[in-house]
């Protein structure tokens, strides 16, 4: 696809970060999109990357691609709404092979849904699903952090309630609230030198996002962007590797966007 051209040519040409060489790392929400995209960022850079999904196939597809990776990475099939499981699944892979450095907080659904068809238990469900598991996963990864005596929280916003999309209610809710939560992570942890960042992207090329825009609705969101190229998940991944790095080592607290220009 013409889209993925200017992707490939240019990966060769972004920022390699020592730091970064050899940190565990855990993505939740990596198996396709955004998610898959971070996931292989953080491969190339040689981290120690776990991912967890609860789509299988794109996930082993994902495995499959950086097979060939000098540590490829590994995924782990997880329902992050049951953060019962999810936390001691983490403890698990913390006692195994050490503490995480790195949390990059991806996971998210963003069902189309109108205010009046919204029943408590859709509520609970959607709150749950992009909301509930950022803070039980960051939760299960700060201990380790602390002994470590540093760390970094990357979560992942959206730019749809900033622009007050239409029938995303209850996910952009989700959303504000998760730049809210980003803050107080970091004045909370910063005494234990563990960074709390928010990225916001815009609207990313991914098989997800096509699901909801004509071609024309794709030109639309181009136009009115101050920068007209079309965002693809190496341009998150870029943000989410200088954050997660030593270059950014006093960044914490703050939302990053990575939309053009849409805002």
């Known amino acids: 696809m013409s889209e993925a051209d200017p992707m490939t040519t240019t990966r060769d040409q972004r920022a390699v970060y020592p730091s970064l060489k050899g940190k565990r790392v855990l ?13 292989e960022g953080f491969v190339r850079q040689g981290c120690d990357v776990t991912f967890f999904d609860i789509a299988e196939d794109d ?35 913390i006692e195994a092979h050490g503490a995480f450095d ?22 609970e469900n959607r709150l749950n699903v992009n909301l509930k598991h950022q803070f039980f996963c960051a939760q299960a ?3 380790g952090m602390r002994a470590k005596g540093e760390g970094v929280i990357v979560n992942l916003g959206s730019i749809s309630w900033h622009l007050a999309l239409e029938g995303l209610t209850l996910y952009q809710t989700s959303k504000a609230a998760i730049e809210g939560l ?8 910063g005494p234990d030198n563990i960074r709390s960042v928010c990225i916001v992207p815009g609207n990313v090329r991914t098989p997800r996002q096509l699901k909801w825009y004509t071609p024309e609705g794709e030109a639309e969101i181009v136009a009115a962007q101050c920068l007209k190229g079309r965002l693809v998940p ?16 006093l960044v914490t607290g703050h939302t990053y966007f990575v939309d053009a220009g849409w805002r």
Do not use: C
């Not at 097979?67 to 001691?88: G, N």
């Not at 790195?102 to 009046?116: G, Q, V």
């Open 182 to 189: 980003t803050r107080s992570l970091a004045r909370e942890l």
């Open 141 to 143: 990864v700060i201990p």
């Open 59 to 93: 996930s082993n597809e994902l495995v499959a691609s950086l097979s060939t990776a000098q540590q490829p990475p590994i995924f782990h099939k997880m329902d992050l709404t049951d953060t019962v499981t999810t936390q001691a699944r983490i403890r698990e892979l």
């Open 27 to 39: 993505v939740t929400g990596g198996g396709s999109g955004i998610g898959a995209g971070i996931v």
């Open 234 to 249: 190496d341009d998150i991944a870029a943000m989410a590797l200088f954050l997660a790095s030593a270059d950014a080592r």
């Open 102 to 123: 790195i949390l990059i907080n991806n996971a998210a659904n963003d069902d189309r849904h109108s205010i009046d068809e919204i029943t408590e238990e859709y509520w």
